[in-house]
């Protein structure tokens, strides 16, 4: 089991997967929150390795993880375009209705954050790697 993180300077997805690439859990919650959940997610699914977006909110988070007694192995990958894929997963999985359905799909703006569909991504891309 892994729990991938993208992680934000306000919120931040996060995003439990086994290791076949099915999602058990995903969530967006207020960055001031990400370390309280942590030990739950570890207890909950037996987390032995956490995925973090590669970037300077990514690095303070890496900070305030050492500072824990959690045993867990942290490992970078690259945020790269994350962000636009999560919003087309966002569409494909919540079919856009009425109006919104002629829009073209890199025009639209999700009503809710899709961090944890980022989050999701990250998860991907290191079991892929």
Known sequence: MILAIDPGKDKCGLAVLDRQ????EKKVLPREH????????????????????????????????????????????????????ARKRYWKENKPKGLMRLIPTSLRVPPEPVDDYAAVILGERFLAG
């Open 21 to 24: 690439g099915s999602v058990l």
């Open 34 to 85: 990400v370390l309280n959940a942590l030990p739950y997610f570890v207890a909950k699914y037996g987390i032995t390795s956490v995925v973090v977006g590669r970037s300077a909110s990514g690095k303070e988070l890496e900070r305030e993880i050492a500072k824990t007694d959690l045993r867990i192995s942290l490992v970078f990958v690259s945020e790269k375009y994350s962000t636009l894929e």
